[in-house]
């Protein structure tokens, strides 16, 4: 008769190191560890990049290499056979799924999911995905308004897909970019905010900074976001306009839509981010020219060289030295205002970008007092 599992004492190697449980699919990892394969999963799915037991850091994407041996000493010594590993799902299935448009809704929301897990952690599958045409199946779900989870579990799938450069260039040759703001403007759930750092990650690639700018609805879009959108979403919007104005041409797009009085809105109600964009902005004369218009800006940036993170001071200096370097009139307020004291207590800081966007803004001041 076959021993009961909770009978038997079973060796300690029979366990899964996470559970603590006898593995029914013992895997091995590249650190030469085995454990449970559905434990070691939800440990990777988490975003962890480490053998849980040395914590060395595991190739991306991790392998997991079934340890037949261990399981057939598993089956043997308790008598009773354990059940076969759940198998890996088809991509190519899925995909059908996905394309077909007889496939009913709740289908091609589990495709959907299962290649998004699929493709997090699969450079193949990703590839496989691109090249198939699924890409305007799943653009197609972007669109569905609808249907918020169908939206996001689509522009979900689409980020994982943009992670690999080569992809980026090829999901806007796909048509990415409208369908994203499209969603930008009218998603539900967290879809629009999902759209936005979907951009942001396409943007990554030179030439989609252009391509996104050009698009004459992307950068209103996510102007309007910033306006009226979540935290969230305020938050994802003001990134993917950084990433974009890193391109000279989108600078000029970005205040011509009103994004200056915009972000200072945003930088007075706590969104640091909004402080990172006004330093690129500030980098053209149509920006600094809003900005230097715009009554208590000065006393905003203040506030940050005096409250703000790290990187929230780095780009505060350099905002405040690209106007004063073109407009004594700024030199005149911000030393009024004690900025030049503010910046002497940064020349020690830790962080070595404000100590020398510090230092610039310094020399500009006193080269400009030693000019009046």
């Not at 994982?160 to 260039?169: I, M």
């Amino acid at each position: 008769m076959a021993n009961s599992n909770q009978t038997v004492q079973f060796p300690d190697d029979f366990k899964c190191p996470i559970s603590l449980e006898i593995m029914s699919d013992p895997v091995i990892l590249s650190s030469g560890h085995t454990f449970d394969r559905s434990s070691i999963q939800r440990w990777l799915d988490a975003g962890h990049r480490t053998c849980p037991i040395t914590k060395l850091p595991l190739p991306d994407p991790p392998s997991l290499i079934p340890n037949h041996a261990l399981r057939s000493l598993i089956s043997n010594y308790t008598l009773v056979p354990l059940p076969e590993p759940q198998s890996k799902p088809n991509p190519h299935s899925l995909i059908q799924t996905l394309v077909s448009v007889s496939s009913p809704l709740a289908a091609k929301l589990n495709s959907l999911d299962q290649l998004g897990r699929l493709c997090k952690r699969d450079f193949g599958a990703r590839r496989r995905l691109t090249e198939s045409g699924a890409v305007s199946a799943v653009l197609e779900c972007v669109n569905a308004d609808d249907d918020a989870s169908l939206q996001e579990k689509a522009l979900s799938l689409l980020l994982n897909l943009s992670l690999d450069d080569d992809n980026k260039v090829g999901l806007v040759a796909e048509g990415a970019v409208g369908k994203l703001v499209h969603a930008v403007y009218n998603g539900a759930g967290d879809s629009r905010a999902l759209a936005a750092t979907v951009l942001t990650s396409l943007a990554v690639v030179e030439v989609n900074k252009a391509t996104i700018g050009a698009h004459r609805h992307a950068i209103p879009g996510l102007i309007g976001l910033l306006r009226t959108g979540s935290a969230r979403e305020r938050k994802e919007a003001a990134t993917a306009l950084f990433t974009l104005c890193s391109f000279a041409d989108n600078r000029v797009r970005a205040v011509e839509n009103w994004a200056v009085p915009i972000l200072i809105q945003n930088v007075r109600s706590g969104l640091e981010r909004a402080v990172e964009v006004l330093g690129l902005l500030a980098k053209c004369v149509e920006g600094r020219e809003e900005m230097m218009n715009h009554d208590g800006f000065l006393e905003t940036l203040r506030f940050i060289l005096r409250k703000g993170s790290s990187r929230g001071v780095q780009y505060a200096l350099l905002t405040i030295n690209l106007l004063c370097s073109c407009s004594e009139r700024m030199c005149f307020e911000a030393l009024k205002a004690g900025v030049f004291e503010i910046c002497l207590g940064f020349l020690e800081d830790d962080n070595e970008k404000v100590r020398r966007n510090a230092t610039s803004l310094i020399q500009v001041l006193q080269g400009k007092v030693n000019q009046m």
